[in-house]
């Protein structure tokens, strides 16, 4: 039982959802996409957004990342309600506290790796310099540093994704929203894009949303809130779910099977204890 008393008394919560919900209107019809979800999400968790396809899950990340307003509902980054923001603020808050990933990676083609994850930077007023050494740098921590100067056309998808992940990266945001980000990969190339997620997370101490129906995602989830017609179906912490994760992940190999083993034991508590810096 000593798991339950796992929860950090001292975190501080990022993202808080209150009673959000949506309603798509297109001409006569209404399509309640999210029907009131409440949800705490605490500096430096890795957060699985699970549910089939049409449950909501995209909606409720574009609530979070202020992408779009709910109909109804609160949101709250760092204690802050987003629907209180003015466009600049708003404008500040996407390019500086949150870094996006999409399934289909969204990279400008026109533009090589390094111009796609330095573009950011020169946004939030970074000189070329900086950003260029920055972005070098991320593009070597996702290990594509010897492809800097390729563009998108010139990438596998799951390059194309690392180089997304390198840009989400670039204004060191506090929270990483990826919206299905395994869902135009393969089997082994999404356990890379997982991996580096992960390594993101623990080393970077960086929030990780993920909204995903890919069950791989558990492994390296701290919990995964499942989603179902619009409603949280229910909230489960990853070491609750070893065994059965155990026999999913059986054929992987390497990084998330590691992970995986240390999630329950008392060397993981030290990790969350390095997350909260
Ligand atoms: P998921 O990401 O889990 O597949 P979505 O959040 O995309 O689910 O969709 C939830 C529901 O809202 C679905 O019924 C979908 O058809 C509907 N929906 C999503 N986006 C829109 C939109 N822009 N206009 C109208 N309906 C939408
Ligand atoms: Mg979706």
Redesign the pocket.
């Known amino acids: 039982m000593a798991e339950a008393t796992r929860t950090r008394p001292d975190t501080t919560t990022v993202v808080r959802t209150k009673d959000v919900t949506k309603v798509?209107v297109?001409g006569k019809v209404k399509?309640p996409?999210l029907k009131g979800v409440t949800l705490d999400i605490q500096a430096g968790e890795y957060i699985s957004i699970m549910?089939p396809?049409?449950?909501?899950?995209?909606?409720l990340f574009n609530m979070i990342g202020g992408l779009d307003k709910p109909t109804g509902g609160f949101v709250y980054i760092d204690e802050v309600d987003v629907a209180q923001l003015d466009a600049y603020e708003l404008a500040w808050l996407r390019c500086r506290k949150i870094g996006y990933i999409f399934q289909t990676f969204n990279l400008i083609p026109v533009m090589s790796a390094l111009e796609n994850v330095t573009l950011p930077m020169t946004f939030a007023g970074m000189t070329t310099d900086e950003a260029r050494d920055k972005g070098m740098g991320l593009l070597a921590r996702v290990g594509l540093a010897e492809r800097y100067n390729h563009k998108p056309s010139e990438l596998s998808g799951g390059q194309q994704q690392r180089v997304a992940i390198a840009r989400a990266m670039a204004n060191s945001p506090n929270i990483i929203l990826a919206d299905e980000p395994t869902g135009n990969l393969d089997l082994s190339t999404g356990k890379e894009i997982i991996n580096i997620l992960g390594d993101m997370n623990r080393n970077e101490g960086v929030t990780i949303i993920t909204?995903t129906h890919d069950i791989k995602m558990v492994s390296a989830s701290d919990r995964i809130v499942w989603i179902r017609d619009g409603r949280l179906a229910k909230i489960e912490r990853r070491e609750d779910l070893d065994i059965e994760v155990g026999s999913i992940g059986g054929d992987a190999e390497g990084g998330i099977e590691a992970s995986l083993q240390g999630a329950g034991d008392a060397g993981s508590q030290e990790e969350e204890g390095e997350k909260e810096e």
Request: glycine letters at 24%.
């Open positions: 798509y297109m399509v996409a549910g396809s049409g449950s909501g899950k995209s909606t909204a």
